[in-house]
T-cell receptor, first 114, second 111 residues
Framework: NAGVTQTPKFQVLKTGQSMTLQCAQD?????MSWYRQDPGMGLRLIHY???????DQGEVPNGYNVSRSTTEDFPLRLLSAAPSQTSVYFC?????????????FGPGTRLTVT | SQKIEQNSEALNIQEGKTATLTCNYT??????LQWYRQDPGRGPVFLLL?????KEKRKERLKVTFDTTLKQSLFHITASQPADSATYLC??????????FGKGTMLLVSP
C-alpha cells in the first residue's frame, strides 16, 4: 500500500491564481481530511469528508473548496490564492470502523503564495 | 471550543532518561485522546490512543496516562534515544468526526 499520497510536494503561486492540491489513499478509508500547519499555530482542520459525496467545513474553510467523488480521492482547491494561504498542507485519512479516527497523514504540500 | 495546551518550549534530555510531555485541555473531556510524532518535513504519524475510561496505555517504550479530573494527559518515553528526537502532538476528539490538535512539543535527546 502507498498509504496517503499528495501532489505536488512544493508549489509557488502568485496572488489570485488558482490550483488544486491532490490527495489519494489506497486503504479504503471512508474518512478524509485536509489540514494546514503554520508555525506557532499547529494543525488546523480545513475541510473533511466522511464518505464519497459528503463533505463538511472544519475550523478554517474560507478560501478553499473540496469535493469527494470517490473513496480514494479528496482534492483541495484554492480558487484565488492569497499570501495568507502560504502554509504546509496535509491530507489525512482514517478508518471509521474503529470509531477512534486515528489519522494517517500524507507527506504534505508546501505552498508559497507571493 | 476545545483548547489544547502543550509546552511550546523544547524538552532537552539525555539519552537513557525518561522524557515526559504534557497535554492539557480545557472545556469538556473528550471521549479519547491521541498522540502523534512528527519529524521535520514529514506528516504526523499516529502513536497511541487512550480512551476516557482508561487510566494508562503502553506500547513498547511509550506510556500514556489520561486524567479526566485534571484534564491532562502525560506522554512518557522511557530509555530515550536520539532517534526519539521529534515533535510530539496531542489530539483530542472534538466530535462530528473531527480532531483538535495541540501545537506540539519538540523533544531533543542528546547522546
Amino acid at each position: 500500500n502507498a498509504g496517503v499520497t499528495q501532489t505536488p510536494k512544493f508549489q509557488v503561486l502568485k496572488t489570485g491564481q488558482s490550483m488544486t492540491l491532490q490527495c489519494a489513499q489506497d486503504m479504503n478509508h471512508e474518512y478524509m481530511s485536509w489540514y494546514r500547519q503554520d508555525p506557532g499555530m499547529g494543525l488546523r482542520l480545513i475541510h473533511y469528508s466522511v464518505g464519497a459525496g459528503i463533505t463538511d467545513q472544519g475550523e478554517v474553510p474560507n478560501g478553499y473548496n473540496v469535493s469527494r467523488s470517490t473513496t480514494e480521492d479528496f482534492p483541495l482547491r484554492l480558487l484565488s490564492a492569497a499570501p495568507s494561504q502560504t502554509s504546509v498542507y496535509f491530507c489525512a485519512s482514517s478508518p471509521t470502523g474503529t470509531g477512534s479516527y486515528e489519522q494517517y497523514f500524507g507527506p504534505g504540500t508546501r505552498l508559497t503564495v507571493t | 471550543s476545545q483548547k489544547i495546551e502543550q509546552n511550546s518550549e523544547a524538552l532537552n534530555i539525555q539519552e537513557g532518561k525518561t522524557a515526559t510531555l504534557t497535554c492539557n485541555y480545557t472545556n469538556y473531556s473528550p471521549a479519547y485522546l491521541q498522540w502523534y510524532r512528527q519529524d521535520p518535513g514529514r506528516g504526523p504519524v499516529f502513536l497511541l490512543l487512550i480512551r476516557e475510561n482508561e487510566k494508562e496505555k503502553r506500547k513498547e517504550r511509550l506510556k500514556v496516562t489520561f486524567d479526566t479530573t485534571l484534564k491532562q494527559s502525560l506522554f512518557h518515553i522511557t530509555a530515550s534515544q536520539p532517534a526519539d528526537s521529534a515533535t510530539y502532538l496531542c489530539a483530542l476528539y472534538s466530535g462530528y468526526s473531527t480532531l483538535t490538535f495541540g501545537k506540539g512539543t519538540m523533544l531533543l535527546v542528546s547522546p
